[in-house]
C-alpha cells in the first residue's frame, strides 16, 4: 500500500473519530444520570420517542403502499414523481420546514382551507413537529420497502395467486412477510432519522418544551445554558445511532 | 467635533502602538485596516450594517464580517472560540457572563436603549390593544426564548402588567419571533420597537405604556482574544459618537 493513501486514509479516520472521542470524553459521567432525570431532559426524551415514533408509524401507514406503487404500477411520470417524494433525504430540512409552513401553516395552501374549515393549526404544535419528522424521514422507509420489492421473488405471489388468493391476501400474507426485513430496516432508518431531526422541526413547528421541543432542540438550547447537559443529551443520541447502525449492519456492512 | 478628534487621536496612539496596523498616510484619519468581526444582537442587525457601512467609508481600510443571532447564542459560540473582535449584547447579563469568562478587554459600554412594542399582524386582526389581549385564549403569543434578552425583557413587561400567558413556542431570537408573525403563523409577540420599524409594512406595532414598558439596555466590549484591539476599539468609540448615536437613533433606539 502506497504510504500516502495509508496517511490520507488515516487522516480520514481520526477525522470521524475525534468528534466521538470529543464527546465520549468531555460527557460528565459522574452527573450524567443527574442531568437525564432532569425534568426538562426527561421531557424532551419523552415527547422525542412520542414524535419519533408516530411519524414512523405515518411513514408505514403511506410509505408502504406509496413504495408498492413505485415498485409495481408502471405510469407515466412515475420516476419524476419517485424523485419529487424522496427529495426530503437531500433537501436541507429548514428548507423542508418552509416549505411545510408554506402548504400546512396557517395561510398556508392547506393550512388556511383546514384553520378556517376546521379550526385546525399545525405549527406549534406535537402533530407540527410529527409531520416535520414524517416529511424528513419518510423516504428512506419508501426507498428500502421499495427496493425489497423489486428483489423478492414475485414467483410465490403468482403461485398464491393461482391458488385462488384474493389481491389483498396477497399482499398481507405473502408479500408483507417476504419484504419482513426490508420493511423493518426502512422503519429502524426513518426512525432514527425522525429522531435526529431539527432543522423542518424547528421551523414548521416551533420550540415549546413538551410539545414541540425534542431531544435535537434540546440539545442545541441546552448548549447555551447547560452545556454540560447537552453533551449527555448528545451522548443518549450517539448511542442510539450506533444502536441503529448495529442493528443493521448485516444489511450495509456484510458480515464485518 | 472633539469626539471625532479624541476618536482619530485614539486611533493615531493605537496605530502607533499596534505593529500590525499600517502607519498613517500624510494628514487623513486612516491609519486603520484590518478585518473586523462583530458578534451582535438580532436585533442590531440592520443599524449595525449601516453603522459598519459608515465607519468603512471613514476608514476604508477596515472591513466588517457581522455575525447576528440571538444574544446567548453569540456568546457561547465566543466561549467555544469562534474569532470576534467585538460584542455587542442586548442585556447586560449576557454581558456580564462574558466579564466573567474573563474574555472582555476592558469594560463594556452601553451604546444604546431600546424599547419594546407588540407587534401583531397589519390591520391587527385580532384586536390586539394592550399587554393583556396578549393572555387571551383565541391569540397565539409566541416568545423568544428564556436566555434571549428579548424574551427576558417580554417577560418581564407581561408581569409588570400582570398578564399570565404561555408562549406557544420560544424562538431562538427576536428576529424569528418577527417572522413567525409575518408569516401570520402567530397573533402577536413582543419585540423591540427597532424591530417593528425595520419590518416597515409587514407589521403593525401596538406601543405598551411606559409603567409597563422595559427599557432594554446595550452594552459592548472589545474581546480579548481579537488580534484587532485598535480597530475594535475605534468602532465601539464610533457607536457612541455623535454620528454613530444619529445613526442608531434613525433607527429606533434610544440614547445611551
Not at chain 1, 125 to 153: H, I, K, N, Q
Not at chain 2, 169 to 174: A, G, H, K, M, P
Amino acid at each position: 500500500m502506497p504510504v500516502f493513501i495509508g496517511l490520507l486514509a488515516a487522516m480520514g479516520a481520526v477525522f470521524f473519530l475525534l468528534p466521538l472521542a470529543g464527546l465520549v470524553v468531555r460527557t460528565p459521567w459522574a452527573d450524567a444520570l443527574a442531568e437525564l432525570a432532569a425534568p426538562e431532559t426527561l421531557e424532551a426524551l419523552r415527547l422525542s420517542l412520542v414524535a419519533s415514533f408516530s411519524a414512523t408509524a405515518l411513514a408505514l401507514l403511506m410509505g408502504v403502499p406509496l413504495a408498492w406503487v413505485y415498485a409495481r404500477i408502471e405510469f407515466p411520470g412515475r420516476s419524476l414523481l419517485r424523485a419529487l417524494t424522496t427529495l426530503p433525504m437531500v433537501l436541507p430540512p429548514v428548507v423542508g420546514g418552509i416549505a411545510l409552513l408554506l402548504a400546512f401553516g396557517r395561510r398556508g395552501l392547506v393550512g388556511g382551507w383546514l384553520d378556517s374549515s376546521f379550526g385546525i393549526t399545525l405549527p406549534f404544535t406535537t402533530a407540527g413537529a410529527v409531520m416535520a419528522e414524517t416529511f424528513v424521514a419518510m423516504p428512506f422507509l419508501v426507498l428500502t420497502v421499495e427496493a425489497g420489492l423489486r428483489t423478492m421473488d414475485r414467483r410465490y405471489e403468482e403461485a398464491a395467486r393461482t391458488l385462488g388468493a384474493g389481491r389483498w391476501t396477497v399482499f398481507s400474507r405473502v408479500t408483507m412477510p417476504l419484504i419482513a426485513p426490508s420493511l423493518v430496516a426502512g422503519a429502524v432508518l426513518c426512525w432514527a432519522r425522525a429522531l435526529g431531526e431539527f432543522g423542518a422541526t424547528i421551523t414548521f413547528a416551533g420550540n415549546f418544551p413538551g410539545v414541540t421541543q425534542t431531544m435535537p432542540l434540546a440539545v442545541y438550547l441546552l448548549l447555551e445554558t447547560n452545556p454540560e447537559a447537552s453533551f449527555v443529551l448528545s451522548l443518549v443520541l450517539l448511542c442510539v445511532s450506533v444502536g441503529v447502525l448495529a442493528g443493521l449492519r448485516h444489511r450495509w456492512l456484510g458480515s464485518v | 467635533m472633539t469626539r471625532t478628534a479624541a476618536l482619530i487621536a485614539s486611533a493615531f496612539l493605537a496605530a502607533a502602538c499596534g505593529s500590525s496596523v499600517a502607519a498613517p498616510s500624510q494628514g487623513s484619519p486612516q491609519p486603520l485596516s484590518g478585518n473586523l468581526s462583530v458578534f451582535a444582537a438580532a436585533s442590531l442587525t440592520d443599524s449595525f450594517k449601516a453603522l459598519g457601512h459608515s465607519f468603512h467609508q471613514q476608514y476604508p481600510g477596515v472591513t466588517f464580517q457581522f455575525n447576528f443571532a440571538g444574544t446567548p447564542t453569540l456568546v457561547t459560540q465566543i466561549e467555544q472560540g469562534a474569532r470576534a473582535d467585538v460584542f455587542a449584547s442586548a442585556d447586560t447579563a449576557n454581558m456580564d457572563r462574558v466579564k466573567a469568562d474573563g474574555m472582555a478587554a476592558g469594560t463594556p459600554r452601553v451604546f444604546a436603549r431600546n424599547r419594546l412594542e407588540i407587534a401583531v399582524a397589519p390591520g391587527n386582526p385580532k384586536g390586539i390593544h394592550e399587554l393583556k389581549d396578549l393572555g387571551r385564549s383565541d391569540v397565539i403569543y409566541i416568545a423568544a426564548g428564556p436566555t434571549v434578552p428579548a424574551g427576558k425583557y417580554a417577560a418581564q413587561a407581561l408581569a409588570k402588567a400582570g398578564v399570565a400567558v404561555t408562549p406557544k413556542s420560544l424562538e431562538t431570537d427576536v428576529k424569528s419571533v418577527l417572522s413567525k408573525i409575518e408569516l401570520g403563523e402567530a397573533d402577536g409577540g413582543i419585540v423591540y420597537t427597532t424591530d417593528i420599524k425595520a419590518a416597515g409594512a409587514k407589521v403593525l406595532g401596538v406601543a405598551i405604556p411606559d409603567q409597563t414598558n422595559v427599557v432594554a439596555t446595550y452594552p459592548i466590549v472589545t474581546l480579548k482574544a481579537s488580534p484587532s484591539f485598535a480597530q475594535a476599539e475605534a468602532f465601539i468609540a464610533f457607536t457612541t459618537s455623535s454620528q454613530g448615536q444619529a445613526t442608531l437613533e434613525s433607527f429606533g433606539f434610544l440614547p445611551a
